[in-house]
């Protein structure tokens, strides 16, 4: 009868269960999805992570100069969901746990990330083409670490002379 | 003539400061604040601190007050304070076991019957002036769980009337609140009284029941109708209301005390007074603490209709039991 | 001794929240931070109010549909002053993932002015009361300001 008290009596022996949060830091597991976090030494500005995002928040501008590309993610647009983590194919956008985001309304849009990305240079021609950082030669130039530094133009080009080489020749480099 | 002057001075000391008034007001925020923290803990909360409804207040006296253009402004502004000094002067009126026995020749149950629904009438008339349709909702809903804990407060009076009158073999009743308190200085509280029993239960049930707690937050219920009557009210204003609720709360909890235990801890004179007056608000928070704290923490909000029905239905019968047998026994 | 009434005062924020067509999840999270033990909002003086006639702190979720826009407006000037407003989620600043909707009218920046602004999809309830312990901040200040214009 009456199982109320019991668990009354029950809930004062044992005291609150209250997190002491705003008077001492909370605790976050760390696989927990908080904010992004954009590293420009490792983007190739390949454009998945716009073109993944279902809130629109990340953005891939010319900058001013022609120098290279103003990439920005907008926090108040993000709804961490980790799509772009998830397909970034170089790691250069990570998910942390930092869930400390809450701002005063003058930092509406300051509360972004906005990194500029310059343009790598063909290794030939001097033109500008995607950024080719050391860290994306080592894990997605393998194959082929001299036609991965040029220019689409030059790359043409040197696979054409690959092509009017012997096959043999051709067979191993694609192996 | 300075009988008449002393009198006087007697009765707006009793309203202004003691046992009214500010004593009356001190001791409603701190048993609010109580009530609070132990419902947090109840629910396993740390809860706000025990000042809290004094904060509120003065966050509130900060605030704008916004009269609606269709409003009664002038009922809009009464309402709030009718109810507080209504409450006041009721509070004036309580008698507190072996520190005050209530001014002379008013102390009366006939009285009190009168004067205890005025914070429901501010209530009503805040909401009926202030033309919103969920200010009339609260009204009528307010007036509907008058009547319905008016009932069997009624009918616990007349038993502990008839039990009081009954017992010098006259046959009559006594509504004198002193004489009351008299009889049980005597005879032991009625509290301890088996004939009483159902009555006091009853009147347990009324607290939460005026004060709109628990089962019976029908009139405020936030969710349904945002707080009814309460609904325009804003700023200095709404603090009234709160000041209100506060002294309502220890005018009831005090009547309870009157009627149920009021016998002091130790004989009037001297340091007694201030412990009997401790005693005395230690047995408001007990009280607090059943009719309304662990009340409201386990229970949730019924129906207007099942609101009413509760008084009716359970609440009324048990006093009228206690009211037949205190009939029987005389 | 006003300076301490502003700061005394600010200890009782007393909270509304205004549903501007959100998907119900920021709602839930505010809703979170009062009835979980674990948050416990009230520790810090918060309380709900079902009228806006009451409200301190008003907490906006949702991006601002057109169908709400006008009782959202109508509600909000309900409020009494000060009155400091905290959007909840990412909705009612950008849209979120409701962004150029036909039906949603983000931001709701040009028509309340937001204080503050607590991002997530949804908010964590200790994001949300960081939130609020900003806006009390906020709302401090503005009654202090306040104070001293009337003096």
Known sequence: ?175 | MTEILTDSLQAVFAILIFPGGLFVLALGLFLKGVDRKVLARLQRRVGPPLYQPVLDLIKLATKETLIPNTANEGAFRLAPVLGLTGMLVTAALMPIGGVWSGVSGLGDLLVLLYLLPIPAMGLMLAGGSSSSPYGALGFSREMCMMFAYEMPLIASFLAVAVRVGGSDGTGGSLLSLPAIMDYQFQHGPLLFDPVMLPAALALILFIPGTMGHGLFDIPEAESEVLEGPLLEYSGPLLAVFHLMSAVKLVVVLELGVALLCPNPLVATGGGGVLVNLLWHICKCLVLLMVSVTCFRAATGRLRLDQGFSFFVKYTSPLALVSLGLAFLLR | MLQLLCKLASRSPWIYRINAGSCNGCDVEMATTALIPRYDVERLGCKYCGSPRHADVVLISGPLTLRVRDKVLRVYNEIPHPKVTVAVGVCPVSGGCFRDGYTVGADIDHYIPLDVIVPGCPPRPQAIMEGILKAVEVWRARLEESVCCHS
Request: hydrophobic fraction near 35%; proline fraction near 7%; charged fraction near 15%.
């Open chain 1, 1 to 175: 009868m009456l199982p109320f008290l019991k668990i009354m009596l029950r809930n004062l022996v044992l005291g609150p269960s209250t997190d002491p949060f705003p008077f001492a830091p909370a605790k976050t597991h760390e696989n927990f999805r908080g904010c992004a976090v954009h590293d420009p030494e490792k983007c190739i500005l390949c454009g998945i992570c716009r073109h993944v995002c279902a809130a629109g928040a990340i953005q891939i501008r010319a900058s001013q100069d022609g120098s290279g590309m103003q990439y920005s993610l907008w926090h108040n647009s993000c709804v961490f969901c980790g799509m772009c983590a998830h397909y970034c194919p170089t790691g250069a956008l990570t998910m942390s746990n930092n869930w400390h985001l809450a701002h005063t309304g003058a930092e509406m849009f300051s509360n972004c990330i906005s990194n500029l990305i310059h343009f790598g240079e063909c290794a030939q021609c001097g033109a500008k083409i995607q950024p080719r950082p050391q860290a994306i030669i080592d894990t997605l130039g393998v194959r082929s670490p001299d036609r991965f530094l040029l220019c689409p133009k030059c790359k043409r080009q040197s696979i054409g002379r690959n092509v009017a080489q012997p096959r043999s020749i051709h067979r191993q480099e694609n192996l």
